[in-house]
C-alpha cells in the first residue's frame, strides 16, 4: 500500500506533468475572467435551405480571443468549462448573446431569423435552465421559436431527467434540435418519447457520402426517418458542392459546411447572408 502511494505520489511529480497540471491551472485562471474581459465572441454559421438557397438560420458557436493565449477553438476550452462548472456562466452568456443577436435582427427587419446555441451536458442538468431561457426571451421580446437549442445525444441521459426538461422548453416553444445525430446511442427510442423539433445529421457521415456506400445509406435513411417522423433535417460538414447536390436529391432540407460558410463574425453574417 505504502509503496503503491509512494509510486503515484512520484508520478504526480513528474516534471512534464507539473507543467500540464500548471497548464490547465493557468487556463482555467484565464477562463475564469474570460466573461467580465469580454473575450468571448458568438461566430455565426449560416444554414443553407438546400432547395432554395435561402438562409434564414444560424449555428452560434463559441471562440475564446485570450489576451495572453491567443484563439482558442471550443474544443480546447469546452471540456475544462464542463469539468470546472464554468459552463454554466460561458452557457448562460452564449444564450444571453444569442438573443441579443436575435433582437438586433429583428430591429434591422430579419423577422424570421432563427439561431442554434449548443448546450452541453453539465447545462442541461442545471435546475434552472429552463428559467434562464424563459428570462432571456423575455427580456429581449423575442419569438421562442427563433432559439434552437441543440443537445448531443449524449447529454440526453437519463429519460426521467430529460423528458421534463424537454417537454418545458418545447412548452415555451423553443425549437429544439439534436445535435451530431447518429453518433449516441438510443436515439430511436428517445425520437418516440422526446419533443424533437430538429435532426442534425453528424458530420462523419456526410464527410465520405459520395465514395462510402455505408455512409450514404445511413445519411439517406437519417433524412427519410426525420422526414417521415415531421422532422426538419440539418446535414453538418458539407465542404463540396457534390455533397450539397447528394443531400438535396435526398431530400434534405439544410446543409451546414464550409463549402457555403464557416463560422463567420456577426458583420461578415450581414453582409453575406441578411441582404435585402
Ligand atoms: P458542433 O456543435 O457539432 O459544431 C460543428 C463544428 O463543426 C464546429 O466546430 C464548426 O465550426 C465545424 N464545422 C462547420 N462546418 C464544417 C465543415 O464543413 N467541415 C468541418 N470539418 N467542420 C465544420 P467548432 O466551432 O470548433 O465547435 C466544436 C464543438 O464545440 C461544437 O460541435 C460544439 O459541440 C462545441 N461548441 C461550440 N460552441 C459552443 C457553445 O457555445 N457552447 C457549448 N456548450 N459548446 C459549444
Ligand atoms: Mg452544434
Ligand atoms: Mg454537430
Ligand atoms: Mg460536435
Not at 465572441?41 to 435561402?54: A, G
Not at 446555441?117 to 421559436?145: D, G
Request: aromatic letters at 8%.
Amino acid at each position: 500500500r505504502v509503496k503503491d502511494r509512494g509510486k503515484a505520489h512520484y508520478q504526480f511529480y513528474r516534471p512534464e506533468m507539473n507543467s500540464e497540471i500548471q497548464n490547465v491551472v493557468s487556463l482555467e485562471m484565464h477562463l475564469r475572467k474570460a466573461i467580465e474581459k469580454q473575450e468571448l465572441i458568438l461566430l455565426f454559421q449560416p444554414q443553407i435551405e438546400l432547395s432554395t438557397v435561402k438562409v434564414k438560420s444560424f449555428e452560434a458557436l463559441i471562440r475564446w480571443n485570450c489576451s495572453d493565449l491567443g484563439m482558442i477553438s471550443p474544443s480546447d476550452f469546452i471540456p475544462l468549462a464542463e469539468e470546472t462548472g464554468l459552463i454554466i456562466p460561458i452557457g448562460n452568456w452564449v444564450i444571453e448573446t444569442a438573443c441579443k443577436q436575435i433582437r438586433n435582427w429583428n430591429d434591422k427587419g430579419y423577422e424570421d431569423i432563427r439561431i442554434a446555441i449548443n448546450i452541453s451536458p453539465k447545462q442541461f442538468q442545471q435546475t434552472n435552465l429552463v428559467n434562464k431561457i424563459k428570462t432571456m426571451l423575455e427580456k429581449f421580446h423575442i419569438e421562442p421559436s427563433s432559439l434552437e437549442i441543440e443537445i448531443t445525444e449524449g447529454a440526453m441521459g437519463d429519460k426521467q431527467e430529460t423528458i421534463p426538461i424537454l417537454k418545458s422548453l418545447k412548452e415555451i416553444g423553443v425549437t429544439i434540435s439534436v445535435d451530431d445525430f447518429g453518433t449516441g446511442y438510443s436515439s430511436l427510442s428517445y425520437l418516440k418519447q422526446f419533443p424533437i423539433d430538429v435532426l442534425k445529421i453528424d458530420q462523419s457521415f456526410v464527410k465520405d457520402v459520395l465514395n462510402n456506400e455505408k455512409d450514404a445509406a445511413i445519411t439517406t435513411t437519417i433524412i427519410h426517418l426525420g422526414r417521415s417522423l415531421g422532422l426538419e433535417v440539418i446535414a453538418e460538414g458539407v465542404e463540396k458542392a457534390e455533397q450539397a447536390e447528394f443531400l438535396l436529391n435526398a431530400q434534405c432540407q439544410k446543409a451546414q459546411g464550409y463549402y457555403f460558410a464557416r463560422p463567420l463574425v456577426v458583420e461578415e453574417i450581414e453582409k453575406r447572408f441578411l441582404l435585402k
